[in-house]
């Protein structure tokens, strides 16, 4: 009897492994940020990272006031394709304030990222959050593709 119990017991946990191993959710997010992605503008540091939510802190490492503002962009790489394709919000998502913040040389600031609550479920994968900064803020809305966009990489699994 014992003997059926055990091997029950075991049968049940070894099916919760295998139906929990093809959950297509992700369960870890890996952050692959390196030098790579070195800016004259700003550095940055991540100070928290989950399946959810992501928060960076940016600091003005140049001699200028720079603009950035709310906006949050999100691209998946295609692996098959080789490119990078925007992740678009679902309708449901909330908004953000379009607006620009002034930020001084050698000040910090800190952005977090609701991954979940902006971008909905996301599928296993390599993903790029980033925000934009610009050096003259009249730039940013004459010239967009002047501005600098500083990337944080990371890989849901």
């Known amino acids: ?5 055990l091997v029950a017991i075991l ?11 093809c959950d297509n ?4 997010i890996v952050i692959l940020n390196d030098d790579g992605n070195a800016s004259d503008l700003l550095s ?3 100070l928290y990272v989950s399946v959810t939510k ?3 802190s940016y600091t003005n490492v140049s001699d200028e006031v720079l603009l950035y503002g709310e906006s949050r962009f999100l691209q998946k790489f295609a692996e098959q394709e080789g490119f990078w394709i925007d992740i678009e919000p679902p309708d449901n ?3 953000w304030v379009d ?7 050698q000040e910090s600031f800190e952005q977090t990222y609701h991954l979940l609550k902006y971008f909905g479920e996301l599928e296993p994968g390599t993903y790029r959050i ?21 990337f944080t990489y990371f890989e849901l699994r």
Do not use: C
């Open 130 to 150: 980033f925000t934009e900064v610009s050096v003259d803020g009249a730039a940013s809305f004459i010239a967009p593709e002047d501005n600098e966009q500083i």
């Open 44 to 46: 940055q540091e991540v």
């Open 54 to 56: 992501i928060s960076v």
């Open 93 to 95: 998502a909330p908004g």
């Open 1 to 5: 009897m014992r003997k059926l119990l």
């Open 25 to 28: 959710n992700p369960t870890s």
């Open 99 to 105: 607006v620009g913040y002034l930020l001084n040389p």
């Open 11 to 21: 049968s049940m946990s070894l099916m919760t492994l295998i139906v929990a191993g």
